[in-house]
């Protein structure tokens, strides 16, 4: 994987993507559990705050994390669905180009109606200097015990990542919580 700069900066410079005609002509998808991957070890090649933000049923929650549970949380993005040889088989990719945001959307959705992960969204912004992975976006359904979940995740290259889930249980309210998890200090005072 190659790493490129566009500006002198003490964070680690986005992942650089393979050309996306590449990609949708040879019928090869785009990496994103590598990305994901790349943009973790680069968030443990540096010692600086990692700031979780927690919302759940409308109650706020700040703290700053280590690693482990920085861990903990971005691996509910390395799905095993996102295998490239599970990824290429069970999903279909199509892409577009965004003239609003002038980014490239790569969107991958399952060939099975009932896959746990109902969608990958990569968004590329396009240079001449080579294309970069601005953020991935992912949806998840899936029933654990009694419950059923919906999730919404995004990943932020080099900047943060968050989840968005609403649990619902068989017998009981809904909870709805969000984990917004901080690494680029620019975006700690963000909601």
């Given at each position: 994987m190659v790493i490129a700069c566009k500006h002198k900066s003490n964070?680690?410079?986005?992942?650089?993507?393979?050309?996306?005609?590449d990609s949708v002509s040879s019928g090869s998808f785009l990496p994103v559990a590598e990305f994901i991957k790349n943009d973790i070890t680069r968030v443990d090649s540096f010692s600086g705050g990692i700031l979780r933000k927690a919302i759940t049923n409308?109650?706020?929650?700040?703290?700053y994390i280590q690693l482990p549970g920085f861990?903990?949380?971005?691996?509910?993005?390395?799905?095993?669905?996102?295998?490239?040889?599970?990824?290429?088989?069970?999903?279909?990719?199509?892409?577009?180009?965004?003239?609003?945001?002038?980014?490239?959307?790569?969107?991958?959705?399952?060939?099975q109606a009932n896959w746990p992960l109902q969608k990958v969204m990569v968004y590329v912004s396009p240079a001449t200097t080579g294309d970069k992975?601005?953020?991935?976006?992912?949806?998840?359904?899936?029933t654990r015990g009694d419950t059923s979940f919906h999730q919404k995740l995004t990943w932020k290259s080099g900047e943060y990542f968050y989840i968005i889930s609403l649990e619902q249980p068989n017998n009981g309210p809904a909870v709805t919580s969000i984990d917004?998890?901080?690494?680029?200090?620019?975006?700690?005072?963000?909601?």
């Amino acid at each position: 994987m190659v790493i490129a700069c566009k500006h002198k900066s003490n964070t680690p410079a986005a992942a650089t993507v393979p050309d996306p005609q590449d990609s949708v002509s040879s019928g090869s998808f785009l990496p994103v559990a590598e990305f994901i991957k790349n943009d973790i070890t680069r968030v443990d090649s540096f010692s600086g705050g990692i700031l979780r933000k927690a919302i759940t049923n409308g109650k706020k929650d700040s703290a700053y994390i280590q690693l482990p549970g920085f861990h903990q949380l971005a691996n509910q993005f390395l799905l095993p669905e996102l295998d490239s040889a599970s990824f290429r088989a069970h999903f279909t990719e199509s892409s577009l180009m965004d003239e609003t945001t002038e980014m490239l959307n790569f969107i991958y959705t399952p060939k099975q109606a009932n896959w746990p992960l109902q969608k990958v969204m990569v968004y590329v912004s396009p240079a001449t200097t080579g294309d970069k992975v601005d953020r991935i976006y992912m949806e998840k359904d899936f029933t654990r015990g009694d419950t059923s979940f919906h999730q919404k995740l995004t990943w932020k290259s080099g900047e943060y990542f968050y989840i968005i889930s609403l649990e619902q249980p068989n017998n009981g309210p809904a909870v709805t919580s969000i984990d917004k998890v901080i690494w680029d200090p620019q975006h700690f005072s963000e909601e």
